[in-house]
């Protein structure tokens, strides 16, 4: 296995796309070690990206927005004091993976790159409308977060490609994110069903919503017909009622020993519903 | 195999090794620094029996490599101790029979010493949840939460 360090992600690219055998880029290596623990994946290539200057920073730009660098722990995410006061799911979502220890190494990088259907940043980012910058040979693109992963542990990124920044939009007046998971245990497990909600508000009324769902299909889902049931409503019994609908007909999950394929179908609408009245009050400036 | 040269710190002291970049930097600590205060249990991240500091962050050695410990600041329960005399969260353990087999306690250690650093005053639940990455098949946990709540409030007396 040979072990780069480069200095730029330009230079990172040129070495993947040089790169022969199975490459892999190391941020919080969470998943990477494992799977060379495991035997599941040895890389011939691994490029830690983790020495390119600025990669831990977390900057609010001047329009609001926030660019997280790509080797941002979750630590350090829920440390800050600005970003989970601005986006608390995307926050949330990504304080539920693992252990202190874990939270000490991984990225929301990383776990959109590993590909997993239950990732729990990911649906939180898909419904915050986050983007990724994307480096290549070519020079940089800008892609949507859920057309990063387009099955389990496949994305589309191309040879010689790697995520650089992680965009995420100014959240702006009245509106409020929320990430719920089912698990069946309280910590220190992979999501059966995950829900991302972001919305915004004027007055009472649902004016932009975005909701996603995790682990009920090979990849992340951004479910337009849940953002449907609940736009242009006050969030009443009747719109929630078709948000839990709308997300129950989007899944497709696999039935494991984790959860049967009635139940995540179930506990997806379940969901949807709690985490859009977390989101709700989020926007209403409420606590939740 | 290309070998990588590291100079890192580890409990104050410089020090460095020679590893191939799919050592961890548990393999490093225990193989060529003789340091074996940090076990592997798991292996993969989920026991938590391998936690060390680096650069003041709680992590798993066994989830990152020898070759990106250099120029950190890595702390290890070697390095709890002052010589002979053991600090708080040890005499706690011992008076608290908070350890049975003893493979998870330096990982404990680890993990509870960061947790009071940062949270000097922390409730059960946090502390529960703080060390929720650090298994223990043993003691059942609540001697293990008492001994660190009792620390807790002895340093905060103290200081």
Redesign the interface.
Known sequence: MDYHSPASFAEASALAANATGITRFLAGGTDVLVQLRSELVTPDTLIDIKKINGVRDITRNADGSWTLGIAATGAEMSEHPELGRDWPGVVEAMDLIGSTQVQGRATPTGNLCNGSPAADSVPAMVAAGVTVTVTGRDGTREVAVEDIPTGPGKTSLAKGELISAVNIPARGENGGDAYLRFIPRTEMDIAVVGVGVNLRLDGDTITEARVSLGAVAPTVLLVEDCAKAIIGSTLDDASMEALAAAASAACNPIDDKRGTIAFRTEVAGVLAKRAAKIAYARAKGEDA | ??K?HVTTTVNGDAVEYLCD??E?LLDCLRDKLNLTGAKEGC???DC?AC?VT?DG????S????G??AEGKQIETVEGIADGDILHPLQKKMIEYAALQCGICTPGILV?AK??LEKNPNPTEEETR??????LCRCTGYDKIIRAVMDTAAEMREAS
């Open positions: 195999m290309k990588f970049p799919r961890t292996g993969t991240g938590g936690s680096v962050r709680l992590v798993c066994c989830l990152m490599l070759v990106e993990a960061s947790l949840y703080w060390l929720a990455g650090n």
